[in-house]
């Protein structure tokens, strides 16, 4: 039943059709809106015109109905039935779109699956990026309302974890041994980007759902041995995090910016997008990395080791949190980059920790303060030095936020005036990383090969082709999903308040109530008639 509508409230006897007609007839129908006024229809017929005014709560005798004429009773019906069709109140209605079905979501987990570096951006590539786009949807949207468990226990039960890891490891070789080839590639003049694009986005819908499901425990025990793998690739990326941000500590948030783009076929400008994915992109394998640190006690021995003595993760810490990569001055006012976005940070809220920064601390506790970790961790000059450099920043405004610090704070008191014994040399047969190794050896010195082969078979696609595509991409991409995952909630059109409902027509304009979407009709209707017309020219293409 609408919002809009006035439910009836008096029962009457007659055909179901009858009913679900008056349903539709309304006191609250408005001839004001010319969207909403159909043309005329023909009348109908005498003998449900009685059941009509009994339906709205009249009580005149179905002979006085019928002498009383049809006109009034159709103009609201014809008002009615064409605010029901074009405004209907579930198209109305922002219905937040849910989770997918649990049936759905099983399968999408099923067909998961790893690929060739030289099938990347093939056919069979591009309905693997649909299956981990949607599940990638799913899980934000799952986690938000607290039913993550789903997908959680799917992943585990199916093994899918080490898929996605080779899957996010795939994709990182690509950008780093096949774009730059494909950027280089004098003779190729791409239709479009955007299956391109789409290659370089898949490595951010991977991490981004390995970051809503590392959360749990046992996801990070369904990963085995990969999580080494996924260890040096959070290793890699922080790496570079820590490199961009002492090359140029006032690295404004222009220089992390896309620029709109000249052309929709320039190279160059894919480049830039890809370097500014490649921050996000980093900024979640920092989330990813301390969820992991989150079960220190339950890792193999050679991901303790790894992490400590192999990559020495907690004076990469330290360097991010000496320079802080994802804030900057410009301009005199500090920004930060949160929710995917750089912001202006009042005064009063410049000493107020971020998400990121929490990360960042919540990962040093894990690492510093576990007994094991304390025991396999090299406390020589260099490190020792390098992990009493965070007393600096231990003030009481921070620990005010994150009370847990007073515990490295008494760690780090006590480093200062102690020599922490030497780890013991333990003889353990280690375990390696064996993903990024196996697909470098197997394509070493085939990248031009294959650069060549994806410009002939995955990037130079017909228009047909094209356009067969993007019907596809314009499923996976739903409009009311990413809607739903945006962090601000829409405004009404007119009176800027917190909207729930948008036009059904054009579902581009957001209002708070009727009034105010009538109000703003003689303005929006333009508009809403060519958007309204894109998805049937669509159709027809």
């Known amino acids: 039943m609408s919002a809009w509508r006035t439910t009836p409230t008096s029962s009457c006897a007659g055909s179901d059709a009858a009913i679900a007609l008056a349903s539709a007839v309304s006191p609250h129908a408005s001839p004001l809106c010319p969207a909403l006024s159909p043309p005329r229809v023909p009348g109908a017929p005498r003998w449900l015109r009685p059941l009509l005014r009994a339906a709205r709560g009249h009580q005149r005798p179905p002979r006085a109905a019928a002498a009383a004429g049809p006109r009034r009773v159709l103009r609201a019906a014809r008002g009615r039935e064409r605010w029901r069709r074009c405004h209907s109140d579930a198209d109305a209605m922002a219905a937040v779109p849910g989770p997918l079905p649990p049936a759905e979501a099983e399968a999408l987990v099923r067909a998961l699956q790893g690929s060739e570096l030289r099938d990347v951006g093939g056919q069979g590539w591009l309905r693997q990026h649909e299956y981990v786009e949607k599940l990638n949807m799913h899980g934000i949207l799952s986690a938000s309302a607290g039913q993550e468990q789903l997908l959680t226990e799917l992943l585990v039960t199916h093994a899918k974890i080490p898929v996605l890891i080779g899957e996010l490891i795939t994709v990182e070789i690509w950008k780093h041994k096949i774009f730059p080839v494909l950027c280089r590639l004098e003779d190729f003049k791409p239709r479009s980007t955007f299956p391109i694009y789409v290659v370089l986005h898949h490595e951010a819908s991977i991490i981004n759902l390995l970051e809503t499901v590392f959360f749990h425990k046992e996801i990070c025990e369904s990963a085995e041995d990969s999580i080494l793998d996924l260890i040096d690739y959070c290793h890699r990326k922080l790496t570079l995090l820590a490199a961009r941000s002492t090359k140029a500590q006032a690295m404004t948030s222009a220089e992390l910016r896309a620029e709109p783009l000249a052309s929709p076929s320039s190279m160059q400008e894919l480049q830039k997008q890809a370097e500014v994915m490649e921050f996000e992109i980093s900024l979640k394998a920092l989330s990813v990395l301390r969820f992991i640190t989150d079960q220190v006690d339950s890792l193999p ?241």
């Open 301 to 541: 021995l050679s991901a303790l080791t790894r992490m400590l003595n192999t990559h020495n993760l907690p004076c990469l810490l330290v360097e991010l949190v000496e320079h802080c990569p994802w804030s900057c001055w410009e301009a005199g006012k500090l920004k930060k980059f949160e929710n995917g976005t750089w912001h202006v940070v009042p005064p009063e809220d410049q000493v107020k920790m971020t998400k990121l920064d929490g990360q960042v601390w919540l990962a040093l506790l894990n690492l510093l303060l576990s007994p094991e970790c304390q025991r396999k961790y090299r406390f020589d000059g260099f490190n020792k030095s390098q992990l009493l450099k965070l007393r600096a920043f231990l003030t009481d405004i921070l620990i005010d936020q994150l009370p847990n610090l007073v515990e490295m704070q008494r760690f780090l008191s006590y480093l200062a005036v102690t020599e922490p014994a030497p780890p013991k040399k333990d003889l353990i047969l280690e375990q390696v990383p064996v993903i990024w190794d196996h697909i470098l050896k197997k394509n070493s010195g085939k990248w031009e090969a294959i650069a060549k082969h994806q410009v002939k078979h995955a990037f130079s696609p017909t228009e047909e082709e094209l356009k067969l595509q993007a019907r596809r991409w314009a499923q996976t991409y739903s409009l009311d999903m990413m809607e739903a995952l945006a962090p601000d909630k829409p405004r009404c059109r007119v009176c800027g308040v917190e909207a729930a409902k948008r036009c059904s027509r054009c579902r581009n304009e957001w209002y708070c109530t009727r009034a105010c979407q009538v109000q703003h009709w003689q303005k929006h209707k333009p508009a809403c008639n060519l958007m309204a017309a894109v998805p049937r020219s669509v159709d027809d293409l």
